[in-house]
């Protein structure tokens, strides 16, 4: 044992910005203080006291196979041996761009980097390059990473042009990027580059693409010659071998790629059709590039994850969160906690309220309603780790076992009660 998470977190707020390298993790949205991981396995996680949790945080999804899984560990393992970076091309990259496109029906070329933010960022300036057009449009509460271009923010109701969405970022940097609402499909003009959209969207807690909306922005770029582009960073290879292109039949121009596809090391991947990726540097005058891009322990860890993705997998990651989500609504129910838990195959989220939403203002109004963090720390208290902030979804992994899921519903069966409880 180390420090407690208490003296831990003193200290790293003297040396790293709010104590913390990402900012969900601060708690600034539950109250409170992180606890800090000392270890994982499978589906639990220790922390710097020794207490015990059982995780749907999972690195917010890389952790598709649970916490330290034996194969990725030994693949890390056996390539660190062998060195961590050369700068020249590897086999286990070509293996890897392999399997991705032997799993992605209409993606033919693919180029590794190290994070989802690298992904969406080159794809768009792909995009532009490849159409000679300036204009984007994204759809307010999806998040594409911290690209500048793609913190824009959004009015309410109906397309606009973005406003700037955090400091530091210029009006200029947002002045081509168009916000609309999720689930409408928006105007387009040949002004528009491309149509970036999560397929399921998973970051404003889980909203389903509404029937057709998908289609509809397929047929919306074609009229105009817009390229689509599909953020696959959460979906991919989760919710099934194909992602949701594969799930739902809607093939996009780009996929954009992270999370599991680095089995839990910083890997992401941006692809598609031959012809549009061939505008990259060095075929094409579209600059991008990394240091680090298809580092040969992240390779290795993706690849000994994808290899245990097979159909099985992907069934019985839905199996798990069907009855985590039935479960879970059963013992909120009971409790009288008014509880809504959307699922699109193993992705589960959690709204406190009555209705489903659709959109971010929908999805907004209910993740701001005080509930979620109540819920939040009666879990945790419970050694049950939800993400620390409303708008993240449920992460279960092939390691949580029925057995393991079940006693997470009990537990949120206490949880939900004392919430009640506490709400009256
Ligand atoms: C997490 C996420 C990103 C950003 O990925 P990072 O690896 O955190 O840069 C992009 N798009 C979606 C849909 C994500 O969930």
Redesign the pocket.
């Known amino acids: 044992m180390t420090d407690s998470n208490s003296s831990l977190f003193e200290r790293a707020v003297r040396v790293i910005p709010g104590g913390v390298n990402?900012p969900v993790r601060a708690f600034g949205s539950v109250g409170g203080t992180p606890y800090f991981v000392q270890s994982g396995d499978g589906p639990y996680i220790w922390d710097a006291e020794g207490r015990r949790y059982i995780d749907y945080v999972q690195s917010?999804?890389p952790g598709i196979l649970g916490h330290a899984h034996p194969a990725v560990v030994e693949a890390i393992t056996r390539a660190a041996a062998e060195g961590t970076s050369y700068g020249a091309p590897t086999e286990a990259e070509v293996v890897l761009a392999e399997m991705v496109v032997e799993r992605i029906a209409g993606l033919e070329s693919v180029r590794f980097v190290?994070?989802?933010?690298?992904?969406?960022m080159s794809a768009i300036r792909l995009a532009r390059g490849a159409t000679a057009r300036d204009r984007i449009v994204k759809f307010a509460g999806?998040?594409?990473?911290?690209a500048d271009a793609l913190l824009a923010a959004g009015g309410s109701g109906v397309a606009n042009q973005g406003l700037t969405g955090c400091d530091g970022v210029t009006t200029g940097a947002v002045a081509d990027t168009v916000v609309a609402p999720y689930n409408v499909v928006p105007e387009l003009d040949h002004t528009v580059a491309a149509v970036i959209v999560?397929p399921v969207a998973?970051?404003m807690g889980l909203v389903a693409p509404a029937p057709g909306f998908l289609e509809g922005l397929r047929a919306a770029c074609d009229s105009v010659g817009a390229l689509l582009v599909f953020?696959?960073?959460?979906?991919g290879f989760r919710l099934g071998r194909g992602g949701a292109a594969g799930y739902f039949g809607v093939v996009p121009d780009l996929w954009?790629f992270?999370?599991v596809i680095g089995g839990g090391l910083?890997v992401?991947a941006f692809g598609g059709r031959a012809d549009v990726m061939a505008n990259l540097a060095p075929l094409g005058d579209v600059y991008q590039a990394g240091t680090l891009s298809g580092n040969p322990l992240a390779m290795a860890a993706g690849r000994a994850t994808l290899e245990l993705l097979d159909d099985a997998a992907h069934e019985r990651l839905t199996a798990t969160a069907t009855r985590l989500g039935d479960g879970l609504a059963a013992a909120f129910a009971d409790a009288g906690l008014a509880a809504m838990l959307p699922r699109v195959g193993p992705l589960l989220g959690v709204f406190f309220g009555d209705t489903t939403p659709g959109d971010f203002d929908e999805a907004s109004v209910l993740a701001r309603n005080g509930v979620y963090p109540k819920v939040f720390h009666a879990l945790l208290a419970r050694g049950v780790a939800f993400a620390p902030g409303a708008y993240e979804v449920l992460f279960p992994s092939l390691a949580h076992t029925d057995d393991v899921v079940d006693e997470t519903i009990g537990i949120a069966a206490e949880a939900a009660a004392e919430v009640v409880g506490d709400l009256l």
């Open positions: 990402s917010y999804g190290s994070s989802g933010t690298e992904a969406t999806c998040y594409h990473g911290h999560e998973a970051n953020d696959e960073v959460i979906t954009c992270g999370k910083p992401g």
